[in-house]
């Protein structure tokens, strides 16, 4: 298991809070935005999702402190959603409120499919008290492009993601290729319905069409890359002016975070098998 954590380590700024915020006054320096996530999901136990909250209002309070030119991202399913849609709601809701009074941005990260629905109509009911709010929505499902629509429509904020989750093929695109199509086709229309989104992808051909096509629009676009992927690329895009952001995800339950990361590259794989036999 330890060459699994030191694997892993490379995605996860460490254990305790105080690990993503070095982290993020480290990318500060450097000039990259910081978006700090307490690793967890699918949490069914009351006291824990509480706890959970709890604790994300701490991130708020230590980016505050530290002066960390840093947001949040939340995982629905982390503050309760699987046992409850207004509690979780409501959690949400004294998030996004206490950010709100410290100036902070909230983002929602996207589950797997079975929680895109509630998790598309808490964003738009919390957006309607608090505009500090964004939402990641997958290339991958079919149906993003209504929700784009909608979220847009409504003032929403859009992270464009690839979407780190196997879906099916009734609801998801599923090849590499068809998964970037839809990618560039959302972008186009964010870059018509939208006055400011985030472009969250390691992908050169995309990361250079959002370049190319913004040139004309002249959108405000974030890039966000994952904290260990592609350091060299954030530093160049800095470097030309553009604005990067890295999440920084934190907490002892890095493994399922971590088995999305390893299976989106075959070399982490290979690298996998090195490690175990180096040991
Ligand atoms: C800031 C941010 C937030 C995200 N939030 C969500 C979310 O809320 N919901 C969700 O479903 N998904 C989320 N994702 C994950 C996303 O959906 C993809 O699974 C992930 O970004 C990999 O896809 P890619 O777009 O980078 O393209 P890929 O085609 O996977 O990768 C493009 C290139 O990037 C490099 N690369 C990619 N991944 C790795 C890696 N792990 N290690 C080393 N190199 C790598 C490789 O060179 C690869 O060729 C987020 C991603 C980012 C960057």
């Known amino acids: 298991m330890s060459f699994l954590i030191r694997f892993a380590r490379q995605w996860i700024a460490g254990e305790i809070l105080d690990d993503a915020i070095i982290a ?21 136990d009351a006291a824990r999702a509480k706890k959970n909250v709890e604790e994300n209002i701490r991130i ?27 509690i979780c709601l409501s959690r ?12 902070i941005f909230v983002w929602v990260d996207m589950e797997n499919s079975p929680y895109t629905k509630d998790t598309i109509e808490i964003y738009l009911e919390i957006l309607k008290k608090y505009r500090n709010t964004g939402i990641a929505i997958q290339s991958n499902l ?37 998964v970037a199509i839809n990618f560039s086709k959302l972008m186009g229309y964010l870059l018509y319905k939208s006055p400011f989104f985030a472009i969250a992808t390691h992908d050169d051909l995309l990361i250079n069409e959002a370049i190319e096509a913004n040139k004309a629009h002249q959108k405000r676009v974030e890039f966000q890359m994952l904290m260990g992927v592609r350091e060299e690329l954030k530093y160049k895009l800095v470097s030309n002016g553009f ?3 890295d999440y920084i995800p934190y907490g002892k339950n890095w493994l399922p975070y971590s088995v999305r990361r390893v299976r989106e590259r075959k070399r982490n794989i290979l690298l996998i098998f090195r490690s175990i036999f180096d040991f």
Do not use: C, M, P, W
């Open 60 to 86: 708020l309070e230590r980016i505050e402190e530290s002066g960390a030119r840093a947001s949040l991202s939340i995982k629905l399913t982390q503050i309760g959603l699987e046992t409850g849609r207004d």
């Open 243 to 245: 604005t990067v952001v």
């Open 24 to 44: 993020a006054k480290k990318e500060n320096k450097a000039g990259i935005g910081a978006i700090i996530n307490f690793l967890g999901e699918h949490v069914r």
């Open 142 to 178: 079919k149906r993003s492009e209504n929700d784009i629509t909608r979220i847009a429509a409504a003032g929403g904020t859009i992270r464009l993601v690839k979407g780190a989750y196997r879906e099916n093929k009734e609801i998801a695109y599923t090849s590499r290729k068809d």
């Open 92 to 103: 949400v809701e004294k998030i996004a409120g206490i950010a709100a009074s410290k100036n």
